[in-house]
């Protein structure tokens, strides 16, 4: 891609400053290790004395190259050493030069360790250093999301209160501790001080509500203010939750610094942050970043995929699985979204190697058991109701409001997007994060929805009601002849009228919050939002069908569709639907969102539900919207991803289309094969586009090769860098363009003269 084009990328304002200094990168692919006495020659030497390797029967033609890697050059002596260097930051990898390395690599390996035991040893620990690797990855990604989980509950527990055993201990874990029998709404107990009691007030009184509410705003606040300063300060990268960004990488792009061990030290610790100040993004987008970041560190301590950047992307594919794995505990939905969504590059291997690290991460997480419950979620539900075959239709009727909503979020959501950069918002991002943690706190705490974190709302959202359940949600006229009955038809009453306009509510807020609060200078996710958008919607819908086959039961409609069942609809079920045909509207996943909500909820009966619902969200996103919410901020942030799942269906051949046309004033740009002056190439270099077809001739413009701007360049500055020899007395020089090995046929000459 053009230097200049990513010159105006708005990946962050660190970015801006390290373009700029970019702009013409130079670049070498091989780096060469000089003696000290040989000194910098900026021509080629007369004459060159080739030092062939042992058994070589080469002919030296008058224009040929020379296979050794060790060349002495005149009188001056000295050794050049040729290895490849890495690629400039902002450029895209060669795939077929990196997976030639490794080919090489295999053939060394495999011919060494037939001489010796010691070689023999040294090729098995090659061969299983990719599952070392990712069994690595796992465990990091284990701790590490449990190191979330445990500093975001405790955090979230702390704007209401404080433990007076210790400050340290979360309500849960303050509570294990008590006496007490029972416990309220909110699981409080005598252990648990709020800080309306620790100031003296009683706490169903009007100044305890002040203070709680002030104390909510404060907290959100400062916790909102921590995060934007460790973003802005210290990892300008740690922003956002990665995906576009892992899938581009993935791709075979490069970015330095942001799979960095920094951007993962103050992404962790900012999504802590954020999630606890109640700003409505997800902490399981941004795993997906963590697990690359873990991913990429441990893939150095390992040769073969630290050196080799087209082979490092087997271990990110594996660390985006183990993201998924401990975010929503879904470890096989994880391996399906690293393949269906994430990886550009999926062999077979790379789908053992991923199950292998998402099994690591799950296993870690449920040792560490970062919830108290056994459970590798925090909102993980057990749904048993069955359902109907009449309910179908409610559920693709779920499967197009999760469409239409899907595309709703993302045009708005871009909308405030190209707003930050458009205007003076983007300019004070930190303030933008204070203000939004302000109002979010500020019209959150008075509805118990909105005033709930999210995980722990689409628990209550996806849950179904018991006898013990008082909350407002259950509370219908029923009668229970005992805690294992079923549970009988009931009609509402003002709890559960209550409950519907306060959902309705939360849907508004939630939504607009959402999408004014992804693409700021955060850790952002937007996989909880939108589940929780959609669970909502689902609530609704299912007390609906619920009371609708309550009022009448008798109907032919619900008696052929019933039966004798006590209850006919599950409005938790309906939950369930409505997030996962949202998510499926927003990201267009299916496959592992089925499975993400089929392993969350442990309801293998519900895959033909659940795969309405999605199947009907992508259908009507894909007309209203061809672009998930990823592919939509990839091309708006100017990645250069060609997304292989596209088709195109083009009547027009290359030569109907190219620019500039052979007749036009300023023709192609091809260099030929040979007869260029030095003179004839600086010029070219500086004024040319970023890469030249290599021709046979002037004459006869057949194309024989390809070469990138960056390496004329270097060959120009540094000629010792590339084989250079003359076999006579012309004044023509030659150098060797070589993917990998000069030996391979995939090398060829490209000549010029002094």
Known sequence: MDDVKWGSMDLNDLDSQRLGSQRQPEFNPFDVEMDAEMPERQQPPSEVTIELPRGSSQQMNDYSFVSSLTSRAGREGGAAKMRFTKYDDFHTIDWLRDNAMDRERHRRFNKA????????????????????????????????????????AWL?????????????????????????????????????????????????????YVI?????????????????????????YASG???????????????????????????????????SSGVNVGKEGPMIHIAACCGNIFAYLFPKYGKNEAKKREIHSAAAAAGISVAFGAPIAGVLFSLEEISYYFPLKTLYRSFFCALVAAFIVRSINPFGNDHLTMFFVEVRSPWFFLELIPFILLGILGGVIGVVFIRANTYFCRLRKTTR???????????MGFVTALVSYPIPFTRDDNSNLIAKLFRDCGPADVSDLCDYNRTYTSVTAAFDKGHPQDGIRRAMWQLFLTFIIKLVLSIMSVGMKIPAGIFIPNMVVGAIIGRMMGVGMEQLSTSYADSALFVAACGTATRCVTPGLYAVIGAAAVMGGVTRITISMVVIMVEVTGGLQYIVPLMAAVMTSKWVGDILLKEGIYEVLINMNGYPFLDNKLEFHHTTVAADVMRPRPTEKDPLWALPQDSMTVE????????????????????????????????????LGKPEAFVFFSANDSDEFSFVICPFDCRSSEAFQFRYRV
């Open 113 to 152: 360790k037939k001489q010796s035991s010691l070689d023999w040893l040294r090729s098995g620990m090659d061969a299983s250093s990719a599952w070392i690797c990712v069994f690595l990855v796992g465990l990091a990604c284990g701790v590490c999301a449990s190191i979330l989980d445990i500093g975001t």
């Open 156 to 208: 979230i527990d702390l704007r209401d209160g404080i433990c007076a055993d210790g400050f340290w201990f979360n309500r849960e874990q303050c509570c294990w501790g008590s006496n007490e029998t029972g416990f309220d709404d909110h699981f409080n107990c005598s252990k648990w001080q709020t800080w309306s009691t620790l100031l003296g007030h009683i706490p169903d009184d009007a100044g305890a």
């Open 212 to 236: 709680q509410y002030m104390m909510y705003i404060i907290w959100a606040v400062v916790f909102a203010w921590m995060a934007a300063i460790l973003v802005r300060v210290f990892a300008p």
């Open 241 to 275: 939750s990665g995906i576009p960004e892992i899938k581009t990488i993935l791709s075979g792009f490069i970015i330095r610094g942001y799979l960095g061990k920094w951007t993962l030290l103050i992404k962790v610790v900012s999504l802590i942050f954020i999630v």
């Open 425 to 435: 918002l983007g300019q004070y991002p930190i303030l933008e994060v204070v203000a």
């Open 680 to 715: 004839e190439l600086e010029h070219v270099v500086q004024s040319g586009p970023n890469g030249f077809p290599i021709v046979v001739s002037r004459e006869n413009q057949y194309l024989v090769g390809f070469v990138l701007r960056k390496e004329l360049q270097a060959a």
